[in-house]
């Protein structure tokens, strides 16, 4: 059990190196600033000065990454739909009700 956690610690230890991996770690913290009414120019001002990244994050860039990642969480928050539910009896592609927010409210919020 010891080498595994040694193993587990080293790869821990190895830094992301791609922008999509370094944003997506911190991805819970700009959501939280912006619900907190921080804008996004200034995210990416700060992203710029002290992130470390070899390219330079755009405002469109960030608004991309925050796309995919609320995105991805709405997929992982929502349950699978249950054939014959009594909350909504027709197969899930024709509910309307099992729809999520429409991709501008992601985006825009």
């Known amino acids: 059990m010891g080498d595994t956690e040694e193993l587990r610690a080293l790869l821990e230890g190895i830094p992301a190196r791609t922008l999509a991996a370094k944003l997506r770690a911190l991805m819970p913290v700009i959501e939280s600033r912006i619900e907190a009414g921080v ?8 992203l710029n000065q002290n992130g470390g990244f ?6 469109k860039t960030l608004q991309c990454y925050l796309y995919r990642y609320r995105k991805a969480q709405l997929g992982a928050s929502r349950e699978p739909h249950r054939q014959g539910s009594v909350s909504c009896p027709r197969p ?3 509910c309307r009700h099992s729809r999520g927010p429409s991709r501008r409210s992601i985006l825009w919020r």
């Open 92 to 94: 899930w592609r024709s």
């Open 39 to 46: 804008r996004h120019h200034e995210i990416v001002a700060v």
């Open 54 to 59: 070899t390219r330079k994050v755009t405002p």
